[in-house]
């Protein structure tokens, strides 16, 4: 199946656009122009009848009253004038052209004794088949004024029927004219309306040209630079000057693309981090296996080498651990994290109750409150937990843990502070990134897995140094 391109879509779309276009507009020029044309056609003819009548009573038309456009049009009026309505007269002259039988019709001649003329005009041999029904109409009429189109040979007569009283004899004036004028109008509309359709194909076809490459230049580049992005070449920044969707898509891609590098920054780090801390483990246990199997015992004895490689063993344990949990907060962090109502204060009294027994000279001091949220239990109590190793590792004396309701901004704050040694405030930051060790520490992961955890509830963390302690700030939506 053909792929069509961007490009294509454009071209298919303003063709298709075009054409309806077109469509619509030469079905409404026809159904307009013969409207407005039909009626200008009666309105030609009832003009010719004015001037008609005007000469009939021996007068003429004031300059200032002649309407020029509608007087050159008069000569394609023609004109048939009954006297006192002797129809019956238009029955010899159809007789004279042969057009009716004698035995069908009474054809009486005219009579010389009438008063002057009971007929007159001009009946051309092209409306003799539809003079009957002229007549007819002409018989039957009782308004001053009526208009009629009748159909011959594919070609439409326009004629108006007007009854007058002239010098005291009743007049009737059936005035006639063509199509002729109509359709040589429709004509030159028609012709002059295609050179504009065709000057507005040439202009839209400039102008989808340029739109089309303005549109597929930035998009193609785009794809050049997903495309480097897909060969992990996320080194050149993507940079579009505009301020529309396809901006707006640029500054995605390229907030992708930072964000990309930076988990790629983090797994070189990871991986270094990972084989610094399992090769020094491994060095040393292998070192000791050897030392057994040679009948040394570099700790002493065989039980003192054997707790030495143990511990190396849990820490190894430690780190393999760390490091599935991160990859567990990866998946996390795609999908919706399950929760549950929990009352806070009664698990960080749980918390801090076993936490507590590592080291007797601190004193805590609590001011919690009564408040239940919707949290990952386990997710949090983990989090609650580094934040606790740090707070013992590095407190002199004192341990502070505090909470308090922002009702207005919907948050919780649950602050946790020790009286240890202040931070550089250079080093606030960096304390969250992975494997950061600080002093003392062990893996360099507990922060940056707590931060992890905290913003997977929607949540921010933060550390920093106040008067004679230093603070660990969590928020958490409420």
Do not use: C
């Not at 454009?10 to 054409?19: I, P, R, T």
């Not at 023609?78 to 009716?100: A, P």
């Not at 009782?142 to 108006?160: A, D, I, K």
């Amino acid at each position: 199946m053909r792929s069509w391109s961007l490009s294509d879509k454009l071209w298919l779309l303003f063709a298709a656009v075009l054409s309806i276009l077109f469509l619509l507009l030469g079905i409404v020029f026809r159904w307009s122009i013969r409207d407005f044309f039909t009626t200008e056609a009666y309105r030609t003819i009832e003009y010719a009848q004015e001037v008609r009548v005007i000469e009939l009573q021996g007068g003429f038309i004031p300059f200032e009253d002649i309407d020029l456009n509608s007087l050159r049009n008069v000569r394609d009026v023609g004109h048939i004038i009954v006297f006192d309505r002797e129809f019956d007269l238009i029955d010899y002259y159809l007789n004279r052209f042969g057009t009716q039988d004698s035995s069908d019709k009474i054809s009486p001649s005219p009579d010389s004794t009438s008063r002057d003329i009971l007929i007159s005009g001009t009946i051309i041999p092209e409306i003799l088949p539809a003079i009957q029904s002229i007549r007819e109409n002409a018989e039957k009429q009782t308004s001053s004024s009526e208009r009629y189109e009748t159909l011959l040979s594919g070609r439409s007569l326009f004629y108006v029927i007007r009854n007058e009283e002239i010098s005291g004899r009743d007049v009737t004036m059936i005035s006639y004219m063509w199509d002729t004028y109509m359709n040589t109008l429709s004509s030159t509309l028609f012709s002059r309306l295609l050179l504009v359709m065709a000057i507005m194909t040439v202009v839209s076809l400039v102008f989808i040209i340029v739109f089309s490459r303005y549109l597929t230049k930035p998009l193609k580049k785009l794809s050049e630079d997903v495309r480097m992005i897909s060969k992990r070449n996320w080194d050149r920044p993507i940079s579009l000057n505009r301020s529309d969707e396809i901006g707006e898509l640029a500054d995605s891609i390229e907030n992708m693309r930072k964000s990309l590098s930076e988990q790629d920054r983090e797994q070189q780090s990871m991986l270094q981090f990972i084989s610094h801390e399992l090769k020094t483990p491994v060095m040393v246990i292998r070192s000791y296996a050897q030392a057994i199997k040679d009948g040394i015992y570099p700790a002493g004895d065989l039980d003192s080498a054997i707790d030495v490689i143990d511990k190396e063993i849990q820490r190894m344990d430690l780190r393999v651990k760390d490091l599935l949990f991160i990859t567990r907060l990866e998946y996390l962090s795609r999908h919706d994290l399950e929760k549950e109502e929990v009352n806070l204060s009664e698990l960080l009294e749980d918390t801090v109750g076993r936490f507590s027994f590592q080291r007797d000279d601190i004193d805590w001091n609590l001011n919690l409150k009564d408040f239940k949220t919707e949290v990952n239990e386990e997710q949090l109590a983990i989090a609650i937990e580094n934040i606790l190793s740090n707070q013992i590792r590095y407190a002199k004396s004192r341990i502070e843990v505090t909470m308090a309701v922002n009702e207005r901004e919907e948050s919780l704050l649950i602050r946790f502070a020790n009286d240890g040694e202040k931070v550089a405030e250079t080093k606030l930051e960096e304390l969250f990134k992975p494997f950061n060790k600080g002093v003392g520490g062990e893996n360099g992961l507990g922060l940056s897995i707590t931060r992890r955890i905290i913003e997977l509830h929607g949540g921010a963390i933060s550390i920093v140094n106040e008067g004679e302690f230093v603070a660990t700030i969590v928020t958490l939506p409420i």
